[in-house]
């Protein structure tokens, strides 16, 4: 079992590791024939991507996760794992939405089957949002449970601003552009809020925000830039200086 803790009257949440071994969902492609950057290898390639990211997708309705995606698929174990680190989720939603748009990719994979699955994994993120008007970290998704042995119960709650923007950029922009659904426009407009704000209440964004002790770092990384993305997708949709400002 992973439990977070959450105090000071802050929910609680409890995730529990799927440990079967799961069958595939879907059929398996051969191995890439040919060598170097060939378009059919390529293809081939792609195709596996996306049947493994279908295959990892959290589908059992009880799991907070649901509608997300395990990260990786543990080959000694047969099963798939670490489907709290959420924030990494992104690019395989701006896969599927992507891949729907190639018709050579449509014999194999229906589109509607490819954005119902991005959909799932977008409505998976928005369901970690943090919520409620005096939460430090208001408006910003969850980006993992980190894990170090030096945490009591081996992981730790994290909310991460640049992973969260990394996210919306790969998967709120993307599905907004896909379905027209306000949603996501909505959740993005919260986000660039919680993120103008830091960037004005800090002199430099912190990195991280643990729920569990109620503060902010004191720190921010080198990847923080990729945060930028977002700012640029926002841009992108909607053309507004501001977003290239931020």
């Excluded at 174990?77 to 924030?87: D, G, K, M, V």
């Excluded at 959909?119 to 949002?129: D, F």
Aim: hydrophobic residues 40%.
């Amino acid at each position: 079992e992973v439990v977070a803790r959450e105090e000071a009257g802050r929910e609680s949440v409890r995730l529990v590791r799927r440990i079967e071994a799961l069958p595939p969902a879907h059929g398996v492609s051969p191995r890439p024939a040919g060598s170097g950057l060939e378009s059919a290898r390529l293809r081939a390639a792609l195709s596996g991507a996306i049947e493994h990211t279908l295959r990892s997708q959290v589908d059992d309705p009880r799991d907070p996760m649901r509608g997300g995606l395990y990260v990786f698929y543990d080959l000694d174990a047969r099963t798939y794992r670490t489907s709290h680190w959420i924030w990494a989720w992104g690019p395989s939603a701006g896969l599927l939405l992507e891949a729907r748009k190639r018709s050579e990719l449509a014999t194999r994979f229906a589109p509607d089957r490819l954005l119902a699955a991005a959909q799932a994994i977008g409505e998976a993120t928005l369901r970690t949002v943090a919520t409620g008007a005096t939460h430090s970290a208001r408006g910003i998704p969850i980006s993992r449970w980190d894990r170090s042995p030096k945490f009591d119960f081996g992981h730790e709650l994290a909310i991460t601003p640049c992973d969260a923007a990394f996210l919306a950029a790969w998967t709120w922009v993307p599905l907004e552009e896909a379905t027209g659904d306000r949603k996501w426009r909505a959740a993005s407009e919260t986000l660039i809020v919680a993120l103008d704000r830091l960037m004005t209440e800090f002199p430099i964004p912190p990195q991280n925000y643990w729920p569990d002790y109620g503060r902010w770092d004191d720190k921010v990384i080198d990847e923080a830039g990729f945060g930028v993305e977002f700012f640029a997708g926002m841009h992108r949709l909607g053309g507004e200086a501001r977003m290239r400002d931020l």
